[in-house]
């Protein structure tokens, strides 16, 4: 995406003013500021604490997969998918030392139920926060609450009695501890992570509760983000280890992005080929099946860039916009290239050459349980 964005550059198909412009500046500041948590939670020797805390309460496989896909899994409903893998996947690195057979459940519980765990949230993952950004959604929250948690809550349980079915030999065994109560102390303090996680939490459930009273606060998403981060970064002495760690390659992926599908977009091109289905494409399993297949080819993100403007172009009500949505996250479940989230895990584990899982596996559960997916958010958004 970046070489893409220098060819556009250096061949002056853009200037680099329009490149700035083009730029969703919002969702960058909202990702930046997640991600500087993030990191700081994970070098404070918190996630420790709370995998001890996970293990501790849970005897066995089967309680912690269920642990991580309903506390984790939904932790990304205002996390942020990309920053709940980051939190989680040490998380189970930590909980399966001493147990390599649990990993690959454990790591599949988490893998999707970060995706569909983010799917009813206006921040749940870049591409609703895209959404919800830019489209007339007025309350937001509110809009994909009514509209997507029902069903998510019933998917996310589907899949749940799916891997544990499958998994059944290897969850049923017994969780071991010994592993997690001799870890060594982190050189970086508590303090500043502990409270940018608590503002964090904080200023979003008010942003969430201004919109049922419709008294809006002043501060935008991005900016709770950025505001959440200040304390690591005004009171740490250790601000620059953690901005060197953060995940700087996404945040660069969604740089370039922007200035890639704006050149797209300014071509005409995509504008020409849709025009003659342009009836067509706010029907929700047009855009549901669109959104899931095309996503597999140029990534969720893009295709929500590019969809955005044609539902905007015919006015498609709320519930085009909550397909959309849903679509393109469940995409993340089909192949492991389809969600950022789904790279980062695996990464995290192959850093440490660990296996977490192959491909093969998670494309064919994927393959099996997204078409009833996609089904049950289709009843729901029809009624």
Known sequence: MLLGAMVLLFTQHLSYL????????????YLFGVFILAEALDQSGLLTRFSKYIAQYCQTGVQAMYFIIYV???SSAMLMNDTTAIIGAPIVLKLTQTQPQLRKPLLL??????????????????????ITLHSPLKQPFLTFF??????????????????????RESLIQPLSVSSLKNTPKSPIPIDSSLCGLILFIILMLV????????????????????????????????RIKILKHIDWGTLIFFLSLFIVVHSIWETQWIQHQIAPLQSKLSQL???LTLSALLSQLISNVPLVALYLPVLSNINAPSNAYLALAAGSTLAGNILILGAASNIIIIQYFKKRKLEAFSCLTFTCIGLLLTPIHLWIYKLWLSI
């Open 72 to 74: 984790i899994g939904f």
């Open 285 to 287: 399993p047009i855009i």
């Open 207 to 238: 942003h969430i509760i201004s919109e049922f009273i419709q008294q809006p606060i002043p501060l935008s998403i991005d900016q709770i983000a950025l505001v959440s981060s200040a304390p690591i970064l005004i009171f740490s002495s250790h």
């Open 109 to 130: 519980a988490l893998t999707y139920a970060i995706t569909l765990g983010s799917v009813f949230s206006p921040v749940g993952n870049p591409q609703n926060l895209l």
């Open 146 to 167: 009514k509209g997507l948690f029902l069903p998510t809550c019933l998917n996310v349980s589907l899949m749940a009695c799916f891997i544990h079915s499958y998994y």
């Open 18 to 29: 329009q490149a700035f412009e083009s730029i969703q500046w919002d969702i960058i500041r």
